[in-house]
């Protein structure tokens, strides 16, 4: 265990102090590019509007003979476009993987300073992350970098869900963790074929009530048990929880339950592979108006948070406050960003 004095204290002399609390951001949808592809990174200012985080993608789902184009891609769009308030990330090699360190040194070397995170796949453990902050300290101290990059971890591994904790809690740096379904799934030897989402044939049969009726069949979420225990680990961290991947495009409604169960289990966001799915993710992970003006009514009855009210037949009291200041903080930072949101919201 590190000494807590030394918790704070930058891991190469010349990085810049790890943050003490976390920005305060938007990110509901981390939306996935291919950086090699020039007529995507074409299409990047467009997006820039249209999302909270642009992630260049340069591990799975880019051939290994494209890397390289990748990570130049990335640098190239990096350098093009002023994201202003829109985040951008970078999801490097996977530390088992010869491209891992040259995806570190040469992005911090390059775009060090317009980087919020680096998203770091098939975390397995604490160990994990102490290499990666080491790693981007040194090269932060190396350029001059005056904002220290966040760690984001996939959790995607059998290992990887046993240590959740003690990834979440590794080090200052880390920003928040998001489920890989696909990954886990392969690690668990599952037996699907898919990235993320349900699966027909996980369920409960009702009892039978009565001789040679049709019995009731519920599908269940095979994600739930990962997912809420991902959530607790980031809750208690202080960081924040994400659902990854919904691959079936073909499927919105499936795409949507999803989104809304990670929401309503308390993350922050998703992430978008195509752009069918980012209106999904906005619409899901932006509460819903009414909820909202309900969640107002509960924080301006109790001005200081305490006590007991009724509002239409419901108690209210400190712990309802709370979810209250979730929903409207929530509400406010949207309607910061995007000024449709804000006129149904209508907050004081
Ligand atoms: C994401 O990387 C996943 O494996 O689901
Ligand atoms: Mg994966």
């Given at each position: 265990m590190k000494l807590p004095r030394n918790f704070f204290r930058p891991l190469a002399i010349g990085a810049p102090s790890p943050l003490r609390e976390p920005p305060v951001k938007l990110e509901r949808m981390i939306h996935f590019v291919p950086p090699h592809v020039q007529k995507v990174r074409a299409k990047v200012p467009e997006l820039i509007s249209q999302v909270d985080v642009v992630l260049g993608n340069l591990e799975d789902a880019v051939a290994a003979d494209a890397k390289t184009a990748a990570r130049a891609g990335f640098i190239e769009m990096a350098k093009a476009y002023d994201f202003g308030t829109t985040g951008l990330w970078v999801r490097i090699n996977a530390l088992n993987s010869p491209w891992m360190p040259d995806d570190v040194i040469e992005i911090l070397g390059a775009v060090g300073d317009k980087l919020d995170a680096v998203m770091l796949p098939k975390?397995?453990?604490?160990w994990d992350i102490y290499y990666l902050d080491q790693l981007l300290a040194q090269m932060e101290a190396r350029h001059g970098l005056q904002k220290p990059v966040l760690i984001h971890a996939i959790l995607e591994t059998a290992e990887g869900v046993e240590n959740v904790s003690n990834i979440a809690m590794a080090s200052p740096r880390m920003h928040g963790i998001s489920l890989g379904p696909a990954d886990l799934a392969a690690s668990r030897a599952m037996k699907t074929t898919r990235v993320g989402g349900g699966h027909p044939e996980y369920k409960v049969l009702a009892d039978v009530a009565e001789e040679g009726a049709p019995r009731s069949v519920y599908q269940q979420d095979l994600w739930h048990y990962t997912l809420a225990k991902m959530v607790d680990a980031c809750a208690a961290a202080g960081i924040k929880p994400f659902y990854g991947p919904f691959g079936d495009f073909s499927d919105p409604a499936g795409c949507e339950v999803q989104f809304r169960n990670a929401f309503l289990m308390g993350c922050a966001g998703a992430w978008t592979?195509?752009?069918?799915?980012v209106p999904i993710a906005k619409r899901v992970f932006s509460p819903d108006p009414a909820e909202v003006e309900f969640a107002s009514r509960i924080l301006h009855a109790m001005p200081d948070g305490t006590g007991a009210v009724m509002i239409d037949g419901k108690m209210q009291d400190d712990a309802t406050w709370k979810q209250a200041k979730v929903l409207v903080d929530l509400a406010r930072l949207i309607a910061a960003k995007d000024p449709e949101m804000a006129g149904s919201y209508r907050l004081s």
């Open positions: 975390v397995e453990g604490a592979l195509h752009p069918s799915q």
